[in-house]
């Protein structure tokens, strides 16, 4: 293993005050419990938090600031926060409107969330994100897991939380964008946790795991190495077929790399992914592609597909300045 590491019981709490410093005029840091939040409060609106295992950068912290979250808890790496955390995190960002919770579907997240609820005296609400796919349960989930529909969650309610919607709005909205919101991921590697020093998985140099979760969880099934028009089709297919589109609808495309696929191969599957969707008779009106929901140095990537109408457009393209997101 070979990491840029000096401790592992620091390695989060370092790597969050370098996040913080680095973008020290939009977020602010409370070490103990830790979490980051917006510099600048907001006025009164509903707050969103999320948070999560470290791993995933740059969510959930990254996307901290106008349009987006007010707080984000990271847990040690692939580990849920605390519910310390997010209750301290949860006191810190409320502005009068209560606080909405976007929470991935796993075991330790949700148990976690569901306790800093149950805690806090203040209207809290809750969207459960289980946009992948690939499988119905997993090592460590009940049913389908959170994935990288999880920062176009925390997109379109965002904004909506900005422009004043309330508590139960949000919901019901958070809600809806997961349930036309579906992704995939395939995986070219394993990743190592620092602490185990050793790979999650082990694949062969001609493999790949279809369906791979972001913490290494296997997937549907692992075969040889195919083209990446082939694996387009690997991804798309049960996206689609959970989605259950009409011919025509548009679309919102993201290209999600797990941390070591290189921007070039994410583009490529970006154009491959596109015209795939286009010769199904679908009009892609938005793209993201990068590394958004990482799995450490996993090299692999995930598609994501939300389907639009014009709120959730307008939604998409609302104004958001976040470390990882902003235009």
Not at 239 to 261: I, M, Q, S, W, Y
Request: aromatic share 4%; hydrophobic share 45%; glycine share 10%.
């Amino acid at each position: 293993m070979k990491k840029f590491i000096n401790s592992f019981d620091d390695l989060v709490r370092d790597s969050v005050a370098g996040l913080v410093m680095a973008h020290e005029g939009l977020l602010a840091l409370n070490e103990s419990p830790l979490f980051v939040c917006r510099r600048t409060p907001k006025a009164k609106r509903v707050a969103l938090i999320a948070g999560g295992g470290s791993g995933h950068e740059p969510l959930h912290t990254g996307y901290v600031g106008p349009g987006m979250l007010d707080a984000a808890c990271p847990g040690e790496v692939f580990t849920a926060p605390t519910p310390d955390q997010i209750v301290a995190a949860a006191r810190r960002v409320e502005a009068g409107q209560g606080v909405l919770m976007i929470v991935k579907n796993y075991a330790g997240d949700t148990a976690s969330f569901q306790m800093a609820a149950d805690m806090l005296d203040m209207d809290c609400a809750t969207v459960l994100v289980n946009d992948d796919v690939a499988v119905d349960s997993s090592v460590r989930t009940t049913g389908r897991r959170g994935v990288a529909g999880t920062l176009v969650v925390e997109k379109m309610v965002g904004a909506a939380a900005e422009a004043g919607a309330d508590l139960y709005e949000c919901k019901a909205l958070g809600t809806r964008v997961n349930g036309c919101t579906a992704s995939m991921g395939v995986a070219l590697s394993s990743c190592t946790v620092p602490e185990a020093a050793a790979p999650t998985f082990e694949i062969g140099p001609s493999e790949i795991e279809v369906g791979v979760g972001i913490h290494g969880e296997p997937g549907r099934h692992r075969q040889r190495l195919v083209p990446a028009d082939d694996i387009v089709t690997l991804l798309l297919e049960p996206v689609l077929k959970d989605l259950v589109l009409a011919p025509g609808r548009e679309l919102l495309l993201h290209v999600n790399g797990f941390g070591g696929t290189p921007l070039m191969e994410l583009y490529l599957l970006n154009r491959l992914a596109t015209q795939r969707l286009q010769a199904q008779g679908f009009t892609v009106r938005r793209w993201l592609v990068g590394n958004h929901t990482t799995s450490l140095e996993m090299a692999g990537a995930s598609l994501t597909v939300t389907a639009l109408d014009d709120e959730l457009l307008g939604l998409w393209d609302a104004s958001v300045t976040t470390p990882s997101l902003r235009w």
